[in-house]
């Protein structure tokens, strides 16, 4: 991809901020003398602030009744405890909202409301990566990024940019108008990314995991087809993926501290299915190959991981995706905890193979440990043809 493709597939609404590199530095500057402030009191109603946190007040009571927040106890309680260890005296200012949607998207409202959507999780490998996406977005919240952003849009006579949009959002709708809101100045977002790395070290965190977050990010960007941005765009909805942030995120970072891998296993393993099977449903498979050929390299025994990978070839249908997809099968079949998709789908390629027996088979074990699978009655039909 070349780089002006690639910088738009970050963040449509950066190109002009990307114009102003000259100013750059001011950011990361910032962050080598900054302090955490004092807790901030709610603004006065009649003031700009007052109204943008009214707005996002709303907003608020939108995301508490949406079908898509996910209503977990456990992993809410997860989440907030991590945002918790990061904000520290902010910690009774700030709610976390898992949403359930298959794009990398994190967001901070300037009332303490955030949201991390769920191919956000998918994508972390740990805790310490988690942290610093969150510790970024508390980073905009410490410096009340958005009040800034208002009143540069007001001055330019385009507050209604700022506000407008976001009454009219529903959650997950409308993406490119979240990122419109949520676009940060490339100053700001230094002085997040700046923020982050040292409440991740305050946190005991290990913060040269932020730049992983990124590298991870661009090589799924790059595995992607760069012919159509509009459509990947919106896997960072609001933050862009650059090397350059990649890389002052590298020099910042330290390895050293907690990663928490095992807790983030952990606390995700009831979500990993339904959230491979929502990423599946994005229709990347490139992206998701790549991904999954991440999580399969630090677990090779993951019968989900090969399953979704085998499903994102089966479904991609190019040269040689058959053929992989049902050598990720085969090998996630073989393994105690695979899912019951994975008899189903290695059932659909011996099918198109005509392997009659071995299809009806596979069918037969889909169905033995997926009794009540909604598309049972139509998997007893193809064994009932596959048998005459
Ligand atoms: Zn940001």
Not at 179 to 193: F, G, H, P, W
């Amino acid at each position: 991809m070349n780089r002006r493709g690639f910088l738009q597939w970050g963040c449509a609404h950066c190109a002009l901020l990307y114009a102003a590199a000259g100013r750059a530095q001011a950011g990361a500057d910032a962050g080598s003398q900054w302090s955490i402030p004092p807790r901030f009191a709610a603004p006065d109603a009649a003031s700009d602030e007052g109204g943008l946190w009214a707005t996002m007040a709303r907003e608020e009571q939108r995301v508490r009744r949406s079908p898509f927040l996910i209503r977990d106890v456990k992993l809410h309680d997860y989440l907030q405890a991590i945002l918790c260890r990061l904000a520290g005296s902010h910690c009774p200012d700030v709610r976390v909202y898992p949403v359930r949607s298959p794009h990398f998207n994190a967001n901070m409202a300037p009332n303490g409301m955030m949201q991390v959507w769920s191919g956000l999780l998918l994508r972390m490998d740990n805790e310490a990566q988690l942290a610093a996406v969150i510790g970024h977005e508390v980073g905009h919240f410490l410096q009340r990024h958005a009040l800034e952003r208002l009143r540069d849009a007001k001055s330019k006579s385009a507050a209604g940019v700022v506000l407008a949009p976001f009454g009219l959002v529903g959650l997950v709708g409308q993406l490119a108008l979240i990122a419109s809101v949520y676009s940060y100045s490339r100053d700001q977002e230094r002085e997040a990314d700046t923020i982050s790395v040292r409440l991740m070290s305050a946190a005991g965190y290990d913060s040269s995991q932020a730049s992983v977050v990124w590298g991870n990010l661009l090589a799924e960007v790059m595995a992607g087809p760069n012919a159509d941005a509009s459509k990947s765009s919106v896997l960072f909805a609001t933050h862009p993926a650059s090397e350059e942030r990649r890389d002052v995120l590298r020099s910042l970072g330290k390895a050293e501290g907690e990663k928490a891998e095992q807790a983030y296993r952990e606390r995700m393993a009831d979500w990993q299915l339904p959230f491979l099977e929502d990423e599946l449903k994005r229709g990347q498979y490139a992206e998701t190959i790549e991904l999954l050929g991440r999580k399969l390299a630090a677990e090779p025994a993951r019968g989900d991981f090969l399953y979704a990978r085998a499903e994102a070839r089966r479904l991609r249908g190019q040269e040689k995706d058959l053929e992989q997809a049902h050598a990720d099968l085969a090998a996630a079949a073989a393994l105690a905890n695979a899912p019951a998709q994975t008899h189903r789908s290695l059932g659909l390629i011996l099918r198109s193979r005509a392997d009659k027996a071995g299809a009806a088979a596979s069918f037969r074990r889909y169905l033995e440990a997926a009794p009540d699978a909604p598309d049972a009655g139509m998997i007893r039909t193809y064994i009932s043809e596959l048998e005459t």
